[in-house]
């Protein structure tokens, strides 16, 4: 769906699938370590929708967190866009319950 051409580290393609979706607001700066991504989660809104990011589980470097973008939502499953994971610089896709445990909760 977004091409390599994106960016590889997974904030900035956070960054550029939100742009390309034309979803607002932006991801704000700062986002280096998973306690700085856990402290954009929206907990009010516990379900995602398209364009929301992720926030996520990084079981290579667990200080570090990751995030991807939600692009598709059908029934408990989305359909993740995200860069730089399980050590594939490129973007990949997969998808998982909306509430999976690897999911600490979305930014919108």
Do not use: W
Request: hydrophobic share 35%.
């Amino acid at each position: 769906m977004f091409a390599c051409t994106f960016p590889t580290n997974c904030v900035k393609h956070a960054r550029a699938v939100r742009a390309a979706l034309r979803v607002n607001p932006t991801l704000p700066p700062g986002l280096f370590s998973l306690e700085n991504k856990k402290n954009i989660i929206d907990e009010s809104r516990p379900r995602p929708r398209v364009g929301s990011v992720a926030v996520m589980h990084n079981s290579v470097v667990p200080s570090d967190g990751h995030v991807a973008v939600v692009y598709k939502i059908q029934g408990d499953t989305v359909y993740l866009a995200e860069a730089n994971y399980g050590g594939k610089m490129c973007r990949t896709d997969r998808k998982m319950a909306y509430n999976s445990k690897e999911i600490y909760g979305y930014f919108y």
